[in-house]
């Protein structure tokens, strides 16, 4: 509630882009969570009273502390953007929908994850999480489907040799993927809206 | 005879394709037809969109749209394709979004008109009625104790699925009681098996799939059973790696849905392509008394006979 009245208030205080804030490195993105809520999915980030409901039934943060959502979104309000954009936590979340299900603010932590990560590969963020995530967008705009044998390749990079007993067992049960995918027909038209969407996008 | 356009999903056409084969072969016996549409193309997963929101929506709402050209309605197998589907529906409720997006699809004489609906295998067999199916089980798998896993992306948000999902969900456990297994109630039916950070951090993600088998293997489950093809690799592919990280031998079989209705249905396992998880179901064919226990099983021929009465019978 408070937070929310304070967003009023921080309205009328936005700077034009051109003019340089002044001051220490670290607040020099205090209208990240501007940015963040202007993307469909992290339109609810100011609702976030830091309960940490999220993290308690975050079945990531179970096992890897540094899966941590109540963090994530802690840090992107502080308007440590450079922090967030480029470590791996945000690359840590599942997906699973249990924080979005238990948050009794309608925060929908995950989705605002999500609207994290996609600030991270506008602004060329690096790592195996932007890897694999792009990996989908090339994918796609060549097949029309995901190649599911070069996704660990390209995600894995050099790491991708302690997968071989796996695929040497997939390759006895006729499960291994081919490396060419099958193809979706009418390519022209993906390829279309790949150009028409991209573009605006810059 | 139902029509769907069939949406199997890139794992199942890739490194699950026996869960595609099994769904055809279920689907054939329960009068349904599955038309390929070979303009699908991937639904995102939910990486496309966090790459480019827009684009992901886009692609969406044409693979819905190329349905609804056909006049069919969309059937998944494959939990994480079901969620993105229905987001993208949810979505371009907003019916501005749909004028932008459909001005681009108009270009291909496609058009979003929300006509067509989402299914998934689950839903379609639940609204068939497991009693429907109960009628038409030809080998009852009496004794098998089987633990039901959902996966995340057919139970939430419910605002985005619907009212199909919901936190106490009980379809799959009439539909293993309809074959004559016996369904099993453990806490971890709910949880999320971690697939979608199997490549970024492999370790945190077996110990999530480690956490789900630990559930099944409290229970004494003969087998587990998942609707979706992404949990089918991270709890059967990746369930020797999950052992390592966990400290602890694990063997259970885990089953697609199809694969289950089709043994009770009386189609021969390796049609079903039991024979292809990387954990062996040869246990479970003992267990039912299964005249196949994969290798060394009689010809498809003997069960040709089988087939034909029982399709008979379904219509």
């Known amino acids: ?202 | 005879m139902k029509e769907f356009a069939y949406f199997p999903g890139c794992a199942a056409e890739a490194s699950t394709q026996e869960a595609d084969k099994a769904t055809q072969e279920v689907a054939g016996l329960l009068g349904i037809r599955l038309c390929r549409v070979e303009d699908f193309t991937c639904c995102g997963a939910g990486c496309l969109s966090e790459e480019n929101p827009k684009l992901n929506l886009a692609l969406n709402a044409r693979n819905i749209a190329v349905a609804e050209r056909e006049g069919k309605d969309i059937l998944t197998l494959c939990n994480t394709c079901f969620l993105n589907l229905r987001k993208c529906q949810m979505e371009l409720g907003d019916l501005n979004l749909r004028e932008e997006i459909n001005g681009e699809l108009r270009k291909f004489d496609l058009e979003y008109q929300a006509k067509a609906s989402i299914l998934h295998l689950l839903h379609l067999l639940g609204r068939m009625g497991p009693d429907k199916l109960k009628s038409m089980v030809k080998r009852p798998l009496d004794g098998l104790k089987v633990a039901p896993f959902y996966g995340c992306h057919l139970l939430r948000p419910q605002h985005i699925l619907g009212p199909e999902s919901t936190r106490e969900p009980i379809l799959l456990e009439e539909l293993i009681a309809a074959t004559g297994a016996i369904p099993l109630v453990y806490k971890e039916r709910l949880d999320c098996c971690g697939f979608h950070i199997l490549l970024v951090d492999e370790k945190t993600s077996l110990q999530m799939a480690s956490h789900c088998l630990d559930g099944a293997r409290r229970i004494k489950a003969d087998l587990l059973l998942t609707p979706c093809t992404l949990c089918h690799i991270s709890l059967d592919m990746y369930q020797a790696e999950a052992a390592k990280w966990a400290d602890r031998p694990y063997h259970i079989p885990v089953l697609h849905l199809a694969q289950l209705v089709g043994l009770a249905l009386g189609i021969h396992p390796r049609k079903l392509g039991l024979q292809n998880h990387l954990v062996s179901t040869k246990d479970i064919m003992n267990k039912i008394g299964g005249k196949a226990s994969a290798p060394s099983s009689p010809l498809p021929g003997n069960e040709n006979p089988d087939h034909e009465s029982i399709t008979v019978g379904a219509q």
């Open chain 1, 1 to 202: 509630m408070i937070l929310e009245m304070k967003d009023s208030l921080r309205k009328e205080k936005i700077p034009d882009g051109d003019q340089k804030r002044t001051g220490p490195q670290r607040i020099s993105h205090f209208y990240f969570y501007k940015e963040i809520s202007a993307l469909p999915s992290g339109k609810d980030i100011l609702k976030c009273i830091q309960c940490g409901t999220c993290s308690a039934t975050c079945p990531v943060f179970r096992y890897n502390p540094r899966g941590n959502p109540r963090k994530i979104i802690a840090k992107a309000l502080l308007g440590l953007k450079e922090e967030v954009i480029h470590s791996d936590m945000i690359w840590l979340c599942a997906k699973c929908q249990s924080c979005i299900v238990k948050c009794h603010k309608d925060v929908s932590p995950g989705e605002i994850i999500s609207a994290i990560r996609t600030i991270a590969i506008r602004e060329g963020a690096r790592g195996a999480g932007v890897r694999h995530a792009k990996a989908f967008a090339f994918d796609i705009y060549r097949f029309g489907k995901l190649n599911e044998a070069t996704l660990p390749l390209v995600t894995l990079r050099h790491r991708i040799v302690k997968m071989i007993p796996l695929a040497l067992k997939m390759l006895i049960r006729g499960k291994l993927p081919s490396p060419l995918p099958k193809r979706a027909k009418n390519m022209q038209q993906v390829r279309g809206l790949f150009d028409r969407f991209d573009k605006e996008q810059g």
